[in-house]
């Protein structure tokens, strides 16, 4: 198996908690808040590792790591000021969205990558926000 398949394998494969979760709280397979807080849950795991990830190439290619350090902390920040304004499921999954929406930019523009890499990355993060949205009108 080359590199470039397993990296695409698991990258895809990850998106399965991504759209079986909404999938499943839809069809009201199981606890609501349950379905949601796991989603929530793997989400923010996804993005932490994600988030990690973009201090380690930073450190690999000599650039600052600050950045990524920022970005580990997003969803937090937003999700704090989100929550004047709204109730805690939306500010969450709005939180959530916009960091991933952010990380996206910021590792399209701070690193270099292979094209195959780049493409995924646009497909990954356009299902996982998409899968966010979904959690947001079901809920």
Not at 24 to 47: A, K, R, W
Not at 76 to 85: D, E, H, I, P, T
Not at 96 to 110: D, G, H, K, T
Request: charge should be neutral.
């Amino acid at each position: 198996m080359t590199q470039k398949t397993k990296i695409q394998l698991l990258g895809y494969s990850g998106l399965i908690p991504f759209v079986s979760l909404p999938f499943f709280d839809l069809l009201e397979l199981g606890n609501n808040q349950t379905i949601f807080n796991l989603f929530v849950l793997y989400s923010l795991c996804i993005y932490v590792f994600l988030t990690g990830s973009f201090w380690t190439m930073s450190i690999q290619q000599g650039k600052e790591p600050i950045y990524a350090i920022l970005l580990f902390f997003l969803p937090f920040l937003l999700g704090v000021f989100a929550n004047s304004y709204a109730n805690a499921e939306f500010s969450v999954l709005l939180s959530l969205i916009l960091s991933y929406f952010v990380a996206f930019f910021y590792e399209r523009i701070a690193f270099e990558q292979d094209i195959f890499y780049k493409q995924m990355r646009f497909r990954l993060t356009n299902i996982v926000i998409i899968s966010h949205i979904g959690m947001l009108i079901i809920n």
